[in-house]
């Protein structure tokens, strides 16, 4: 599957080979919101992620809660990538209650 055209392409393809996941699955929401469902592998052996792309300058709390309801109905552990930055909300929730959850800026 290939990542597909978005402004921040080459970011994102290049996050994807440098941590080793191997895309299952992709859905475009919008130009600025892509869903991905993917795997890597671990010393602990396979690992699927529900991976959710936002394209924003500031994740919000509600952006975050978002993600975190669709990767547990997919019951798969939540990486949240995006171009912009938590909010100090957003931050907090990470930290207390969704724990497991993995953030990482482009």
Do not use: C
Not at 7 to 22: G, I, P, R, V, Y
Not at 44 to 63: M, N, P, Q, R, W
Not at 72 to 91: D, H, Y
């Amino acid at each position: 599957i290939q990542v597909p055209v978005i402004a921040e392409e080459k970011s994102l393809k290049d996050f994807f080979t440098k941590n080793k996941l191997q895309l299952l699955s992709k859905t475009i929401i919008t130009d600025k919101e892509i869903d991905f469902e993917a795997k890597t592998l671990s010393e602990l052996g396979l690992l699927h992620f529900f991976v959710k792309y936002l394209d924003k300058a500031k994740i919000t709390e509600g952006d975050l809660s978002l993600a975190w309801t669709q990767a547990v109905t997919k019951a798969m552990p939540l990486l949240l990538v995006s171009t912009g930055t938590l909010g100090k909300k957003a931050e907090l929730l990470l930290e207390k209650q969704f724990r497991g959850a993995i953030f990482k800026k482009l």
